[in-house]
């Protein structure tokens, strides 16, 4: 008996081409002369929508002016889950390269067909085919509805870099105008017609309930629309919202909480190493992890909990009709969200319409997703009207996912000639991903709190080479023998997930720092020492370009006020190179002077974007190593304001200057989260270089220099 034929697996499409094949899904070729480009990844400040329509010009030979861009949403736009990781030119990019490389071969099909000539005789200007011997058609006349609707096919090829004329050029970032001007830009400025205003009133503690309120005052109130209490989930809507403030803060004097157990205290070396439920994994071994030297030393090193802190609270607007709800809101990630919302609300995810509006400053999973569940709740107590819940300052330090605090135990055998011959790095953490769209439960906060509370699902780390909290933990650096061991602690006494690196700030920080510390002991050079533990000649190149443009001096020594220190890593492992020096001068505090930067992302789309971001990143890193960490007692998040959560202020950025290795013939790849560990290696190297002070626990503050310096 014949056997029927298995049909052939799909062959693999570039980026999220490969999970959403249609074209059409990606763009669409309008008869005004435009072309319509949609993508699953958000603008968040990263100017990825520039790269992207730089890309789709580059395959279609069209001018930029030409494309129209629409907001991801759940109604039309492919699914390409969570904007992070530095993904999105890999992801978007690529899908978009390919997707219009074949729409430039459809079109030009159908153009050879209507001239009738060959296909090597048609040239493309701006969206205009021209035939060698006369004769010429438009994309506009010849595009029709049904000539992108098909799966991409993957048998044309995209330009080669030296054919490129839009990619590689510095092309001004689309969204930067409007926000310089004030215009309004961010669903904080977000109105539709006929907005109310919500506020939460929330708990007192993390593991708080409410157990009684009586709310006949506050409905009372002026401007007051509707009080909503749901299990401990308590909030109001109002007709202003300075009506919406001060309701939520009687509310506040109102309700009776029963607080939750005690928090433990605030050290992370007592929250994490300590923990017997540590989930044990050995991420890297080879040789003889036990072989020893003429010389071994080992260090500790940590990081505290750590806020997003974004320049403006979260923000979200939603609005039901007919059983159905909209809503726009700055999530990272809208079709997970998507799936969380409809678990909550007991709806078919069609009846859920999600729509990215740009949010005012974050880079990770902070309070975007918890607060479009506020809002779509509130929302659904006044039906018809779109509802505006804008989070305070105090909520968003109090209740956002924080990055993990982190321990890292280092430990390294030196032979006769200065020679790292073993390796050992042992890391504790919480989860670096609690993102919606999780397994086995609804990460949103509000969930948890309802009458019918969800569970959350569980904590983890996205698997390596990425990685959480494991990110970047095994060196580049080539040992004979080494081992790399990660401690996952899943519960967390705080929220705790992705800030931008995740678990990559803190592993490179400790083994840049270990790197100089075996240098002095080795008596070498930093940057030789790292050379010399070096096969990959990018990872040389961004160290000696670096070195070269700060000047540096072998061996050279602060003067008990100045110094000067250098870190490098490539992020995931996989990705972008990065090689930092700092320079610091001690005073009351740590003062940054300066930042040098080299960076190599292959094939740079954007370069002045490239650099924009290194030089954001930059100043973000800095921040964190200098001054940023979360408190809290044993009942709640003290953290509540900026005056106790200091970050960088503009009097205090430093001087930058950064240097971009382009290299066209490598894939390429994002550039936002690679300065994060280096940067806060390269200071803390310079603090010591500066005062011959090792400084092993972030932040590097005022308090840790003289006990360093007494120690």
Same mark, same amino acid.
């Given at each position: 008996?014949?056997?029927?034929?298995?049909?052939?697996?799909?062959?693999?499409?570039?980026?999220?081409?490969?999970?959403?094949?249609?074209?059409?899904?990606?763009?669409?070729?309008?008869?005004?002369?435009?072309?319509?480009? %949609? !993508?699953?990844?958000?603008?968040?400040?990263?100017?990825?929508?520039?790269?992207?329509?730089?890309?789709?010009?580059?395959?279609?030979?069209?001018?930029?002016?030409?494309?129209?861009?629409?907001?991801?949403? !759940?109604?039309? =736009?492919?699914?390409?889950?969570?904007?992070?990781?530095?993904?999105?030119?890999?992801?978007?990019?690529?899908?978009?390269?390919?997707?219009?490389?074949?729409?430039?071969?459809?079109? @030009? &099909?159908?153009?050879?067909?209507?001239?009738?000539?060959?296909?090597?005789?048609?040239?493309?200007?701006?969206? %205009?085919?021209?035939?060698?011997?006369?004769?010429?058609?438009?994309?506009?006349?010849?595009?029709?509805?049904?000539?992108?609707?098909?799966?991409? =096919?993957?048998?044309?090829?995209?330009?080669?870099?030296?054919?490129?004329?839009?990619?590689?050029?510095?092309?001004?970032?689309?969204?930067?105008?409007?926000?310089?001007?004030?215009?309004?830009?961010?669903?904080?400025?977000?109105?539709?017609?006929?907005? *109310?205003?919500?506020?939460?009133?929330?708990?007192?503690?993390? /593991? #708080?309930?409410?157990?009684?309120?009586?709310?006949?005052? %506050?409905?009372?109130?002026?401007?007051?629309?509707? $009080?909503?209490?749901?299990?401990?989930? @308590?909030?109001?809507?109002?007709?202003?919202?300075?009506?919406?403030?001060?309701?939520?803060?009687?509310?506040?004097?109102?309700?009776?909480?029963?607080?939750?157990?005690?928090?433990? #205290?605030?050290?992370?070396?007592?929250?994490?190493?300590?923990?017997?439920?540590?989930?044990?994994?050995?991420?890297?071994?080879?040789?003889?992890?036990?072989?020893?030297?003429? /010389?071994?030393?080992?260090?500790?090193?940590?990081?505290?909990?750590?806020?997003?802190?974004?320049?403006?609270?979260?923000?979200?607007?939603?609005?039901?009709?007919?059983?159905? $709800?909209?809503?726009?809101?700055?999530?990272?990630?809208?079709?997970?969200?998507?799936?969380?919302?409809?678990?909550?609300?007991?709806?078919?995810?069609?009846?859920?319409?999600?729509?990215?509006?740009?949010?005012?400053?974050?880079?990770?999973?902070?309070?975007?997703?918890?607060?479009?569940?506020?809002?779509?709740?509130?929302?659904?107590?006044?039906?018809?009207?779109?509802?505006?819940?804008?989070?305070?300052?105090?909520?968003?330090?109090?209740?956002?996912?924080?990055?993990?605090?982190?321990?890292?135990? @280092?430990?390294? =055998?030196?032979?006769?000639?200065?020679?790292? %011959?073993?390796?050992?790095?042992?890391?504790?953490?919480?989860?670096?991903?609690?993102?919606?769209?999780?397994?086995?439960?609804?990460?949103?906060?509000?969930?948890?709190?309802?009458?019918?509370?969800?569970?959350?699902?569980?904590?983890?780390?996205?698997?390596?080479?990425?990685?959480?909290?494991?990110?970047?933990?095994?060196?580049?650096?080539?040992?004979?023998?080494?081992?790399?061991?990660?401690?996952?602690?899943?519960?967390?006494?705080?929220?705790?997930?992705? *800030?931008?690196?995740?678990?990559?700030?803190?592993?490179?920080?400790?083994?840049?720092?270990?790197?100089?510390?075996?240098?002095?002991?080795?008596?070498?050079?930093?940057?030789?020492?790292?050379?010399?533990? *070096?096969?990959?000649?990018?990872?040389?190149?961004?160290?000696?370009?670096?070195?070269?443009? &700060?000047?540096?001096?072998?061996?050279?020594?602060?003067?008990?006020?100045?110094?000067?220190?250098?870190?490098?890593?490539?992020?995931?492992? @996989?990705?972008?190179?990065?090689?930092?020096? #700092?320079?610091?001068?001690?005073?009351?505090?740590?003062?940054?002077?300066?930042?040098?930067?080299? $960076?190599?992302?292959?094939?740079?789309?954007?370069?002045?974007? $490239?650099?924009?971001?290194?030089?954001?990143?930059?100043?973000?890193?800095?921040?964190?190593?200098?001054?940023?960490?979360?408190?809290?007692?044993?009942?709640?998040?003290?953290?509540?304001?900026?005056?106790?959560?200091?970050? *960088?202020?503009?009097?205090?950025?430093?001087?930058?200057?950064? &240097?971009?290795?382009?290299?066209?013939?490598?894939?390429?790849?994002?550039?936002?989260?690679?300065?994060?560990?280096?940067?806060?290696?390269?200071?803390?190297? &310079?603090?010591?270089?500066?005062?011959?002070?090792?400084?092993?626990?972030?932040?590097?503050?005022?308090?840790?220099?003289?006990?360093?310096? =007494?120690?």
């Amino acid at each position: 008996m014949a056997q029927a034929n298995t049909p052939a697996p799909a062959r693999k499409l570039p980026g999220s081409l490969d999970t959403n094949r249609r074209l059409d899904r990606w763009l669409s070729i309008n008869p005004d002369g435009t072309v319509t480009l %949609v !993508t699953g990844k958000v603008e968040i400040g990263q100017g990825i929508l520039t790269a992207l329509i730089q890309m789709t010009a580059e395959e279609l030979d069209i001018d930029v002016s030409r494309i129209r861009l629409k907001p991801a949403s !759940t109604a039309f =736009s492919p699914d390409e889950g969570i904007t992070s990781g530095s993904r999105s030119i890999q992801e978007s990019g690529l899908a978009l390269r390919h997707a219009a490389a074949e729409a430039r071969d459809l079109l @030009l &099909a159908r153009a050879a067909q209507k001239l009738g000539v060959t296909l090597e005789s048609l040239t493309v200007k701006d969206g %205009v085919i021209s035939a060698r011997g006369g004769g010429s058609a438009t994309y506009w006349e010849l595009a029709t509805p049904d000539l992108l609707a098909r799966e991409a =096919s993957f048998d044309v090829s995209a330009k080669l870099p030296q054919e490129h004329v839009v990619v590689g050029t510095s092309l001004e970032r689309i969204d930067i105008p409007d926000k310089i001007s004030g215009k309004p830009s961010f669903v904080q400025d977000m109105k539709l017609p006929g907005t *109310l205003h919500g506020r939460v009133c929330r708990p007192l503690g993390p /593991k #708080a309930t409410l157990q009684a309120i009586d709310v006949k005052e %506050v409905e009372q109130m002026p401007g007051v629309v509707a $009080v909503v209490r749901d299990g401990s989930f @308590l909030g109001v809507v109002a007709e202003r919202e300075e009506q919406a403030i001060r309701a939520e803060r009687r509310l506040a004097r109102l309700a009776q909480w029963t607080l939750g157990p005690a928090l433990p #205290a605030n050290d992370p070396r007592q929250l994490l190493t300590l923990q017997a439920e540590a989930e044990t994994e050995v991420i890297s071994s080879k040789g003889n992890p036990d072989t020893g030297g003429a /010389k071994q030393l080992s260090a500790e090193y940590t990081k505290p909990y750590i806020a997003h802190a974004s320049l403006a609270p979260s923000c979200a607007v939603a609005q039901w009709e007919g059983g159905k $709800v909209r809503i726009w809101t700055h999530s990272q990630g809208i079709y997970p969200l998507r799936g969380d919302m409809a678990q909550v609300l007991g709806l078919p995810e069609d009846h859920i319409i999600i729509t990215h509006a740009e949010g005012a400053g974050c880079y990770g999973h902070n309070a975007a997703d918890d607060v479009t569940l506020d809002a779509v709740l509130l929302a659904r107590a006044v039906p018809g009207r779109p509802v505006r819940v804008q989070w305070m300052r105090e909520d968003e330090f109090g209740w956002e996912p924080f990055s993990s605090p982190m321990v890292m135990k @280092l430990n390294a =055998s030196l032979d006769d000639q200065g020679n790292i %011959v073993n390796w050992g790095h042992e890391l504790w953490s919480h989860a670096h991903s609690t993102r919606p769209g999780g397994r086995g439960g609804v990460n949103l906060l509000a969930a948890w709190h309802l009458e019918k509370p969800l569970p959350a699902a569980k904590p983890g780390n996205p698997p390596l080479p990425g990685g959480g909290s494991h990110r970047n933990a095994i060196p580049l650096y080539d040992f004979p023998n080494q081992k790399v061991t990660n401690h996952l602690i899943r519960r967390s006494p705080l929220r705790t997930s992705a *800030l931008r690196a995740l678990g990559g700030f803190a592993n490179a920080f400790a083994i840049e720092c270990f790197m100089d510390e075996l240098a002095e002991a080795a008596g070498a050079d930093p940057v030789e020492f790292r050379l010399r533990h *070096l096969k990959d000649g990018r990872a040389k190149a961004v160290i000696e370009r670096v070195a070269q443009m &700060a000047a540096w001096k072998p061996k050279e020594k602060g003067d008990g006020e100045r110094g000067r220190g250098i870190g490098f890593a490539r992020y995931k492992n @996989l990705a972008a190179y990065i090689a930092v020096i #700092a320079e610091v001068k001690i005073e009351e505090e740590v003062r940054l002077t300066k930042l040098w930067g080299a $960076v190599d992302v292959g094939q740079a789309i954007n370069p002045d974007g $490239v650099i924009n971001q290194i030089e954001g990143g930059m100043i973000q890193s800095a921040s964190m190593a200098l001054k940023e960490r979360i408190d809290f007692d044993r009942a709640t998040v003290t953290t509540r304001t900026w005056d106790d959560y200091p970050i *960088l202020r503009f009097t205090e950025v430093p001087e930058i200057e950064v &240097a971009l290795i382009n290299r066209p013939e490598a894939p390429p790849v994002g550039a936002g989260e690679g300065t994060q560990g280096p940067v806060a290696a390269a200071i803390g190297n &310079a603090i010591h270089n500066a005062l011959g002070a090792r400084l092993r626990d972030m932040p590097f503050t005022r308090d840790r220099i003289v006990a360093a310096l =007494s120690a």
